[in-house]
């Protein structure tokens, strides 16, 4: 199910899909046990520093976003819980993995039916949490080489949204999704969170994240600069949004509205800067 690899922290398992179980689930005060748990995180390739320090806790029930530009350390965080990067400090996950690496490889003569059941052989016995709708997957007998981009990312995220894992690794999995697919994405993540898992998702774009996210992490150059709920870190953010009027409406409303900072027209269209992204 997996193969053992050496990092500073003893062995840990490669783990590419719900597999092996780490260590015991420990609990906190409140009661909820821990899924995760990252203490004085550090990672180097070389003179470049990856992590630097990074310090938090994933709890059960709880879906986490990790935020920050490129290079900022999100997949190297991710790679580090899921036991496929060596490192300092302490990395630990509770309980069952699944993890999506940014770059996930299918096997390209396989059919997608033959994917999803190697994956699912790999699981322990039992239900799964999300039952993803019929047409969010391409058919059984379509192999891999013959989908599109984001037909592969749905098989992907099929196999690793499968069974009942204590803590989901996620990274970018939104990318190449459509509307839909986006929409049935988080509705799978929310079966998880009830059934008691911890979710992490990266992604270098703030708003593909805060969709059912209760914390966000933020990276920059390694650190941890910032760990706050959704709702004030979503109202920190600056942003830029496009207005088209109705006819007979001034923009003169829209720069009376609260948190909008700057109103511009341009042509038929009304540039509005928010202080606020939640206004």
Request: aromatic share 4%; net charge neutral; with cysteine.
């Amino acid at each position: 199910r997996a193969l053992p690899q050496r990092g500073a922290c003893g062995t840990r398992p490669l783990v590419l899909a719900e597999g092996l179980r780490a260590e015991a689930s420990t609990t906190t005060a409140s009661a909820s046990p821990v899924r995760a748990t990252v203490r004085a995180l550090g990672k180097r390739y070389g003179r470049h520093v990856a992590l630097d320090g990074v310090n938090f806790e994933l709890a059960a029930g709880e879906v986490v976003g990790v935020v920050g530009p490129n290079a900022a350390g999100k997949s190297t965080l991710l790679a580090c819980l899921a036991g496929t990067a060596r490192h300092a400090g302490t990395a630990t996950a509770h309980g069952r993995v699944a993890f999506l690496p940014q770059r996930a490889q299918l096997p390209g003569p396989s059919t997608v039916g033959e994917v999803l059941s190697l994956f699912s052989a790999l699981r322990p016995e039992g239900a799964d949490v999300a039952e993803l709708p019929a047409d969010f997957l391409p058919a059984a007998d379509r192999r891999v080489s013959q989908l599109s981009g984001g037909q592969r990312q749905r098989v992907a995220l099929a196999a690793v949204l499968g069974g009942a894992p204590d803590l989901i690794l996620l990274d970018e999995p939104t990318a190449n999704l459509d509307p839909p697919s986006r929409e049935t994405f988080f509705a799978a993540v929310e079966a998880h969170r009830a059934n008691g898992a911890a979710v992490l998702i990266a992604s270098p774009v703030a708003v593909d994240v805060l969709t059912g996210v209760d914390r966000v992490l933020v990276l920059e150059a390694g650190r941890l600069v910032e760990d706050r709920a959704a709702p004030e870190y979503l109202a920190s953010l600056e942003m830029t949004i496009w207005v088209r009027l109705i006819p007979g409406r001034s923009a003169e409303t829209l720069g009376a509205l609260p948190g909008v900072r700057r109103t511009a027209k341009r042509g038929q269209w009304i540039e509005v800067d928010t202080i606020e992204a939640s206004s």
